[in-house]
């Protein structure tokens, strides 16, 4: 990139972090359109999942401390299952090279990375913004203080569980359908035996997509009321 030896750029990611960054801005769009009173379509969908992602943040702090982060929850949920799911209809894949130009970026784990240590750092800005420098940093140093070393410790562990978790079932769901469409195209009885297989792993892999970016959001609110909140 730019020239600079050593610095590179995967393009795909990049096009897929675009495309699904587009998708959920479509959602959002679309959902608040033509506001109703009495909600139907997209606006009734985009309700629920407001109610739904309120929940998930009540259930870590007071709705007071916890109201700020409803965007935040409402883009990180939609965000990531729209990833999970992006590869779910197709992928595109050119030859010779084999290089993957559609595919779920979730599967890739400098971005899974890269998105945890985005929530860890957002952790600690609101943890200083709301409680300040002092109030903050005691934290570290509670209930007792010989435990400062693993909590600082803590911080990493938090960044690579939460980024890897993620990649790792996202990556494990695509290689086992790329087992599945190799034996569908390996011949006439090969394409039988996988048919009823890929049809249900299809299935499956939306309740994957879905259960992996509830997990996401309900550990970036866990880890966000470690910081905020003074009863966790």
């Known amino acids: 990139m730019f020239g600079i030896s050593g610095l590179n750029a995967n393009l795909a990611n990049i096009i897929m972090i675009t495309v699904c960054s587009a998708i959920v801005l479509l959602i959002g769009v679309l959902s608040a359109r033509a506001i109703q009173m ?10 629920w ?62 971005i899974t990375l890269t998105l945890a240590a985005t929530i860890i750092v957002l952790t600690h800005f609101y943890g200083i913004k709301i409680k300040g420098f002092g109030g903050y940093g005691k934290d570290y140093f509670k209930p007792v203080p010989f435990l400062f070393p693993l909590k600082v410790i803590e911080e990493f562990a938090n960044t690579l569980t939460l980024g890897m978790r993620l990649f790792g079932n996202i990556y494990a769901k695509g290689i086992l359908m790329a087992l599945l469409v190799s034996l569908g195209v390996s011949g006439f009885f090969g394409f039988f035996a996988a048919a009823l297989p890929t049809i249900a792993w299809q299935a499956f892999s939306l309740f994957i997509g879905a ?19 003074d009863d966790h």
């Open 38 to 47: 009495k909600p139907t379509g997209m606006q009734n969908v985009f309700e």
């Open 49 to 110: 999942l407001i109610d739904f992602v309120k929940g998930i943040i009540n259930n870590t702090m007071d709705w007071k401390t916890g109201e700020r982060f409803l965007g935040l929850g409402l883009t990180i949920f939609l965000y990531i299952l729209v990833a999970n799911l992006s590869k779910l209809p197709f992928v595109i894949t050119t030859e010779p090279g084999h290089v993957v130009w559609w595919k779920a970026p979730t599967d890739d784990p400098l």
């Open 211 to 229: 259960i992996q970016a509830f997990i996401f959001l309900m550990l970036t609110m866990v880890y966000m009321a470690h910081k905020v909140a």
